[in-house]
């Protein structure tokens, strides 16, 4: 039976066909090499040899599992700065064991010390040099400036143009440092056109963007700011000191007596209390992964039976709230953008190579024209519903009457032999009420599959990990890290989707900024293994929809297009 498993808040649709080289295609790289190299007779001889030997040998590994982050995090450049806002909670470190005065009692062991100075490396964020700002000495988007130049009257498909942004505070006067968080697109409304552009901070109040023009027609500059470097400190200090801004319900039954308690995934001061109630603990075998809920005053801690959101508490200052008020949050820099004519040019700009595990994200993942999304990291194409008919074949759902935000969801199809699951990630998880039973982890799902080419597994993890610390989701990766690459071990012919994080979030409990931070993580956790990133992050940020942690259907439609790129190869 074919079968996909999805995990997450995002997908519920696919099927697979693998990407690996037939006998036929490896027998005509082999003729090739024959052909380059037949003066070299000794190398020939080795290579024939090699090869009779895997021609004889069953099903034997195509490839052998690479360290990941072994030497870069993303194609994303990152900051080259020695001051960085600080991860405050050193002993949230997955590379520690925790010290009697943390929040978790969880022994990190699956990420080394350089690899997790590594990653602090490159998400080091310039914090402001102010202590202590004020509103008024924050960026102020009515007041910053930015400037096409070099600019021309014609270009052609293929070139670039380049933008120069100048940061000013709420006095008019420029900054002398960085870490505030643009994002920037190019744009055309009547064509439905758009791309990312990726902003480069030269940490002294000015930034700089390369748009790469890609259709033919008119192009316009748009430059937000998300956050003021001011608010990122703000976003930073809270996520780091604060785990229990979001805090969530356990409910606790046995008969007619129930009881309902405050849960979370650290044991946190909030959460601790005045230490008389606390705490159940409940740590999965398997994963080593950890929840806590106050213990119920009447009923034993075997006796939680559901789980939901709770509600929102953060504790921020005046000054925090004005710092992040809406009113200086994804703001449009004001001025009119030169209109920038673009011509056809004879040759094809589109990516041409198979959609495969492994590929590079580049800068731009691809643009919208027509509302259609073209990618430059592979060959995709467009699917309508009779190429999906004949991809997945017809699907029924099967009613499991379970919650859809949090699955699990199932449909079927018994003549053709394919089975969709998909559920939620596990804890944490804001959801409405829903059976403890029902949430599994990642990772424990993973290591139930025999995997094989039969088999896509996909998933999508980091929008309910934006009020943790960093070291709290890193340690999340690195455990499914362990399955993936496990997985890849025992059935390399299996299919491993990872979709990014996406735009939506503007806020201290979700702002973009943290997403972007947590999915330049997930990036470097997968970085080198043999799985497909989804970039959904550079679609939601340049199209012209508003924006939600849910994108619209139009922009769904489009990764699902780049979704079955992967998996409906013929």
């Known amino acids: ?316 200052s005046t000054n925090e709230s004005k710092i992040l008020d809406r009113g200086n949050t994804n703001i449009v820099l004001p001025g009119s953008s030169p209109v920038i004519n673009i011509f056809a040019q004879h040759a094809d700009i589109r990516e041409h190579k198979k959609c495969a595990p492994n590929l590079d994200t580049p800068v731009p993942s691809g643009f919208f024209f027509e509302d259609r999304w073209t990618s430059l990291v592979c060959h995709t194409k467009v699917f309508s519903s009779s190429d999906v008919i004949r991809c997945l074949t017809a699907l029924k759902p099967l009613n499991l009457h379970t919650s859809g935000k949090s699955g699990p969801l199932m449909i079927v199809d018994t003549e053709s032999g394919i089975l969709i699951t998909w559920r939620a990630h596990g804890l944490p998880l804001r959801t409405n009420k829903t059976p403890m039973a029902d949430l599994h982890y990642i990772t424990n799902e993973i290591d139930n599959l025999a995997g094989g080419e039969r088999m896509v597994i996909a998933f999508d993890i980091w929008a309910h990990f934006t009020t943790y610390p960093l070291a709290f989701y890193v340690n999340r990766l690195v455990i499914i890290r362990r399955s993936v690459v496990s997985l890849l071990q025992r059935a390399p012919r299996t299919l491993v989707i990872i979709k990014s994080a996406n735009t939506g979030y503007k806020d201290v409990y979700g702002s973009d900024w943290l997403s972007w931070q947590l999915d330049c993580t997930l990036r470097a956790m997968f970085q080198g293994l043999p799985v497909v990133l989804i970039d959904t992050w550079q679609m939601t940020s340049c199209h012209y929809s508003p924006e939600n942690i849910h994108p619209v259907s139009i922009v769904i439609e489009n990764e699902v297009n780049l979704f079955l790129s992967f998996i409906c190869l013929q």
Request: aromatic share 12%; with cysteine; glycine share 6%.
């Open 1 to 316: 039976m074919k079968r996909l498993i999805l995990s997450c808040q995002a997908w519920k649709s696919t099927k697979k066909k693998c990407a690996v080289l037939s006998i036929r295609e490896q027998f005509y790289v082999c003729r090739k090499m024959f052909i380059l190299l037949k003066r070299a007779l000794v190398f020939l001889i080795a290579f024939l040899i090699v090869f009779l030997y895997l021609m004889t040998k069953p099903s034997s590994t195509k490839w052998t599992v690479p360290k990941p982050m072994s030497h870069h995090l993303t194609s994303y450049p990152m900051f080259p700065h020695r001051r960085c806002i600080p991860l405050l909670n050193t002993t949230h470190s997955v590379v520690h064991v925790p010290t009697s005065q943390s929040y978790s009692t969880i022994k990190y062991v699956l990420m080394s010390t350089d690899e997790w100075e590594f990653l602090q490396e490159k998400l080091c964020w310039p914090p402001p040099t102010i202590e202590n700002p004020t509103p008024i000495e924050a960026t102020d988007p009515r007041k910053c400036t930015f400037t096409v130049f070099n600019w021309e009257d014609n270009y052609t498909v293929g070139d670039y143009v380049n933008v120069s942004v100048v940061a000013k505070n709420g006095r008019g006067v420029r900054k002398a440092y960085g870490g505030d968080f643009f994002q920037a697109k190019l744009y055309n409304t009547e064509l439905k056109a758009s791309t990312f552009g990726l902003v480069i901070d030269h940490d002294n109040g000015t930034y700089s963007v390369s748009f790469a023009l890609l259709w033919p027609g008119s192009a316009h500059v748009s430059i937000r700011l998300i956050h003021s470097s001011e608010a990122v400190q703000v976003l930073s200090r809270h996520r780091e000191r604060d785990p229990d801004k979001v805090f969530f319900t356990g409910y606790f039954e046995d008969g007619n007596i129930k009881e309902n308690v405050v849960c979370n995934g650290m044991k946190s001061p909030r959460l601790v209390g005045d230490g008389s109630r606390c705490c159940c603990e409940y740590r999965d075998p398997r994963s080593g992964e950890v929840w806590f809920c106050r213990r119920p005053s009447s009923l034993p801690c075997s006796a939680l039976v559901y789980h939901s959101m709770g509600g929102y508490q953060a504790q921020l």
